[in-house]
């Protein structure tokens, strides 16, 4: 069989669930660095065919066919165990790579949205973006040095964010907060779904 | 004031300079693969190699099967090879066609994963 949906190869050896996280929020509020403090973070290239969008800021004249255009983005992988691995991807921060948000959203489990106080409109296309399409998402509120701190209720106001949605403040640099944001969103996700996660 | 170039090759040819060759290059600028689809998190497993033990001629297509000994997502395939993903879907679409490799797409179910599960992922993440 050359693809299927089967967990096992033809030789009987198990193929991993691969479960995939978004690390979204505006340009330079600690997405890669969050994805570095708890994976291992390596560079992925994705790109995009370029449609009518392109056509007046690039110039197409005497070119036949198709251009692409290349988008480098933060890629991690947490590894649970041999079956189960969990992939960090931190979306294009630029609105103009909204198209690759799409591929990216299809079948992840959920979303981090990280919010900079000092800049709390910049994630607001993320958290429109999840919102409309119902992919489960936290807020983690990074608290830079020397920003002023708001409370979790002042930026959920702000946010006009609904009760149920998580809001953590985090750092970004530090793994136990990355984890902690983590596991709110899994624990979210299973919420959701009315089914709590025994702690533990 | 003189300071000492970081990198003794040209100074075109830095990192920031981007690629030398242009990626769709090695799949003779192809941009949809031949069959299948390549989910991100499907995992690629090479197949037994033929009988005659011949390798495919592209040095892409060979790095594939040597990291797709064991389940290698897309993801993880186009990060280690460098490549955009795009092209790691032509090189793959063509390996499939060719019966080189398998494909195993993700689990509809991935997004709605079971309590266990989630149960594993929470005690795996506070156990990092």
Known sequence: MDSGLSDRTATGRR?????KILI????GVGKTTLVGAVSEIRPLQTEEVLTDAGVGTDDLSGVEGKRTTTVAMDFGRITINEELQVYLFGTPGQDRFWFLW???????LGAVVLADTRRLADCFPSVDYFERRGIPFVVGVNCFDGAKRYSVEAVRNALDLDPAVPILLCDARSRQSGKTVLIALVEHVAQRRGDPVPAG | MRTDPADPDHEWLDADAGPVVRPY????GRVEP?????????FVVADPPSDDGTQPPQPEQRAIIAMAQQPVAVADLA????LPVGVVRVLLGDMLTNGLISMYEPPASRQFPDDDILK????????L
Do not use: H, K, Q, W
């Open chain 2, 25 to 28: 290059t090695v799949t003779g």
């Open chain 2, 120 to 127: 594993a992922v929470v005690n795996g993440l506070r156990a």
């Open chain 2, 79 to 82: 990060a280690d090879l460098d």
């Open chain 1, 102 to 108: 799409d591929e990216l959203a299809y079948g992840a």
């Open chain 2, 34 to 42: 031949a069959s299948g689809r390549f989910d991100l998190m499907a």
């Open chain 1, 24 to 27: 979204a929020g505006g340009f």
């Open chain 1, 15 to 19: 193929i991993p669930l691969a479960l």
